[in-house]
């Protein structure tokens, strides 16, 4: 192993912000590598699809509750509590505001919001790490890595000893209380109490900058070194040259305004509407919406987390599949073009098969609540099992 830095090489104990270290492995390693990779991919291949299966039913379950839901809701006046609409799903819009300034006692800050975002950060070394590897003659490979060490804002400290080369990128320091949602102890919007997991939902924060009053205001243990700079609190000497371990905290905070609650009318508040479905509903949004558009954005919310679930699966799958199939990439490796051509073949026959085994599992899913659509993806995956199969025959002369 050899260190270099700006196109020199050290030893390993010079303490730079940036070195590369070259390291090699033989072929046989690699076969043993990528025979332990098998295990890998047995285990994900199942559990891909065991995502894909859950995704579908989540997806079900969820628009037919959304569709239950739109159904049954009734849209009431905020300022008077219609006793006959408890239990039920209520579509309300009003004016939410807090009966007493929401505060952080841990900062000592107060202000008339309906509630309050603390974000903490502190200044740490990081390690950047690159790596570019290289297929020698024989089956060995070359992996160059470049480690850089540069100081920056974190929102949690980082274990410097975990370090690649520790040297003088040594962290200190801690938060100072961390991270905090809190909400104001009281919200009402019209003469609804609003809950306190829906008040942690309420609209898009925005900054609070923080002033030498509020400087006076913090306990006596945090006054000592403690600074106002561009709006946020700054813990340490000197504000315009950080040093490792300073700390800043900032805050943001949602005001009172006009709110959109769907839920179910639990006396004089609101609680979770369980649906004969399965799901049950809860949501809040900024301005005056109707019952009607909330629903809307929920299914279209819906639709793009069920994608996003349903990518993720099959990326997952075809990685299984390289990984189970990287053996042969390996050995044929001893020639650096044969091993990249069968590597390129194994990848794509694995993502193939992802993504005909994919739509089978979509397609059998949905068979059952939406036939027509369930048989036209099974289609599709008929398909595409036939082009892998063609793609596999033609790829066994080459092998």
Known sequence: MRLRFNGRDYPPDIMADSYTEV????????????????????????????????????????????????????????????????????????????????????????????????????????????????????????????????????????NSAEFKQQGNHVNEGSLIAGDANISADKVTLGAFLVPVDLVKRMGSPEKHPVTETDLAKLPADLKPGAHVQTGVFYFGVKPDAPQIGDVRVSFEIVKPGTFSILAAQVGETFGPYQTKAGDALSMITSGAVSAETMFKNAASANKIITWLARLGGFLFMAFGFMAVMR?????????????????????????????????????????????????????????????????????????
């Open 23 to 158: 390291t090699t492995k033989s072929w046989f390693g690699r076969i043993g590598e990528s025979i332990k990779g098998i295990l890998f991919g047995i285990i994900v291949i199942p559990l891909s699809i065991a995502l894909l299966w859950w995704n579908e039913g989540r997806a079900v379950t969820t628009a037919n509750s959304l569709k239950e839901g739109a159904a049954a809701v009734a849209s009431v006046a905020a300022d008077k509590i219609d006793a006959a609409n408890d239990k039920k799903l209520v579509h309300v819009t009003g004016d939410a505001k807090a009966a007493v300034p929401v505060a952080d006692p841990d900062f000592g800050i107060s202000v008339p919001a309906l509630r309050l975002v603390r974000s903490e950060e502190i200044y740490q070394w990081v390690e950047n790490k690159k790596s570019e590897t290289k297929q020698k003659v024989g089956g060995g490979e070359e992996t160059t890595t470049t480690y850089t060490y540069t100081k920056k804002w974190t929102d949690k400290p980082v």
């Open 327 to 399: 053996p042969l990439s390996v050995l044929g490796s001893v020639v650096p073009l044969i091993g990249s051509i069968i590597g390129m073949g194994t990848g794509l026959i694995s993502f193939m098969l992802a993504a005909t085994i994919s739509l089978v599992v979509i397609a059998i899913a949905w068979i059952v609540v939406r036939p027509l659509l369930g048989i036209t993806v099974l289609v599709l995956a008929v398909g595409a099992l036939v082009c892998t199969r063609k793609l596999a025959a033609a790829g066994r002369p080459a092998a």
